[in-house]
């Protein structure tokens, strides 16, 4: 059985070794990214027979990077055993076009659904063009640069050692200044900023710093992963005319004599999603963008080319389409209708902007194309308004899922919500031959009735959830209670 221990400082910086060995030049997959982003992703890493795997929670569900060491033919043949036995998905994150095309050409991780969103996309430029703005293309970036110096002098751009701690604290409280309606990312971004500087000496990262009269005003910091440099953190405060390009270059000239290394590329990261950088990021030219997929080995969504209609107790199960989202829109956003649902998009890091009739609609697709779930829109008629959804989710590789289902405010009380869990439910058990669990917060008495209601027994509870199994689901564990959290079997 694999061992994956969890993540630590310590961890982390034993697992350098592998991780630099690693030919994709994603950034997911670097140190300064794992220990910015750590916290809520559940980080494990586990070494078998010299070769390397991380763990982590990707869309709150377990996925693994792709294997790297001596025999990535093996832990692929130990993956399978550690997903099944522990009734997890087997699911590969941060997946290159070269990685997908070793997973698609190995039988063993057949069927595979894989997707990559856009917006987390890396962009890859070279280190050559980024050192001096070369050429007609870059003309805008010198006149930028030339600008900055014309105002503010010849650029002074240093290392930053643990003596700047002061000066990075207070240069990003005027970057959150100058950011007032900041997303919840960007926020986050800030603060995870502060921690990584605090570790840049133990996991060999390098901080540079732009100072304009002794005060810090821009602030990188990278890594140094083969032949590409990463960079982390990009910040800089706007009121300084020509600022980002003037250290862009700079920190790139910098880490080139810094580093002695020979270096072809830099790797700036992905836009998430927002329309400025993405704009931005574009015009310095990117030789490519890193895409990284998501793929899902074994997810039942594969046996399905056309989702049929599924009619039950006055409803009519379909696939979402694009006439739906200004419905999905409104019950994604309604707070109090999602209550029990576990979700507020008010603290989805992932949605970066004023969510409109695009934004969940495109994570849906999203999610299904990748095989993480299959959705239905919940009608009254095959043609009618989408009043609600039902959703099979959290597949593991054992033949297990979870099912849920929400109606719109307007529409409860009628039965409709049982009506549809009961369709998808049939079509997950007979149809698609999976163990299906369902579960509600403890204290949501109107959907628990609707459960049991509906055929469904309690198996378990944790200090959150009860869980809930159909007949083929009796015996077994869902994920996330039993006997993986202490959960207590047979609740009164």
């Not at 993540?7 to 350098?16: D, G, H, I, P, V």
């Not at 033919?73 to 550690?82: A, F, N």
């Not at 990075?168 to 900041?182: Q, T």
């Not at 982390?232 to 390009?245: F, M, N, R």
């Amino acid at each position: 059985m694999l061992n994956f221990k969890p993540f630590s400082l310590s961890a982390l910086k034993k697992a350098r070794t592998h991780i630099k060995k690693n030919p994709s030049r994603s950034s997911d997959l670097s140190a300064g990214y794992l220990y910015m982003w750590h916290e809520g992703a559940d980080i494990r890493f586990c070494v078998w027979n010299d070769t390397f795997v991380i763990r982590q929670l990707i869309g709150e569900q377990p996925a693994f990077s792709y294997p790297i060491g001596v025999d990535p033919d093996g832990m692929i043949d130990r993956l399978k055993e550690y997903a099944f036995e522990n009734h997890l998905p087997l699911r590969f994150f941060a997946v290159d076009e070269e990685t997908l095309e070793k997973i698609r050409s190995d039988n063993r991780l057949q069927p595979a659904m894989w997707a990559y969103d856009r917006k987390w996309s890396d962009y890859i430029y070279s280190f050559e063009e980024a050192e001096d703005f070369r050429g007609k293309k870059f003309s805008g970036q010198r006149n930028h640069v030339n600008k900055f110096k014309k105002l503010y002098g010849e650029p002074q751009i240093r290392v930053l050692t643990a003596d700047d701690r002061q000066s990075v604290e207070r240069m990003l409280c005027e970057y959150e200044a100058e950011h007032p309606d900041g997303y919840t990312l960007e926020r986050l971004e800030i603060e995870r900023t502060k921690e990584l500087f605090d570790v840049c000496g133990e996991l060999d990262l390098y901080a540079a710093g732009l100072f304009i009269n002794g005060r810090l005003t821009a602030l990188s910091i990278g890594e140094v992963v083969g032949d590409t440099l990463m960079i982390h953190v990009e910040k800089a405060l706007t009121q300084y005319k020509g600022i980002y390009p003037t250290m862009y270059s700079g920190f790139v000239r910098l880490l080139s004599k810094q580093t002695g290394c020979s270096l072809t590329y830099v790797n700036r990261e992905d836009d998430s999603g927002d329309p400025g950088l993405r704009t931005s990021k574009t015009q310095y030219h990117p030789v490519r963008l890193t895409h990284k997929y998501l793929v899902h080995v074994g997810s039942p969504a594969a046996k399905i080319d056309i989702i049929p209609p599924l009619s039950s107790g006055g409803v009519v199960l379909t696939r979402i389409n694009e006439r739906d989202k200004q419905a999905y829109l409104k019950l994604n956003t309604d707070i109090e209708n999602n209550r029990y649902w576990g979700y507020d998009y008010r603290d989805d890091v992932s949605i970066t902007g004023a969510p409109d009739e695009n934004t969940f609609y495109d994570s849906v697709m999203y999610d299904m194309r990748s095989g993480d779930s299959i959705n239905f829109a919940v009608r009254l008629s095959e043609e009618g308004a989408m009043i609600g959804e039902a959703i099979l989710w959290n597949f593991t590789f054992d033949g297990t899922a979870e099912l849920g289902c929400r109606i719109l405010p307007e529409y409860q009380g009628n039965g409709y919500g049982k009506a549809a869990f009961k369709a998808a439910a049939e079509f997950a058990s007979f149809d698609l031959d999976l163990k299906v669990w369902a579960r509600c917060f403890r204290e949501n008495t109107p959907s628990y009735r609707m459960i049991i209601a509906n055929g469904f027994t309690p198996q378990c509870e944790n200090e959150k959830y009860c869980w809930f199994g159909n007949s083929k689901s009796v015996n077994t564990v869902p994920v996330g209670c039993g006997a993986s959290c202490g959960g207590i079997l047979h609740r009164k």
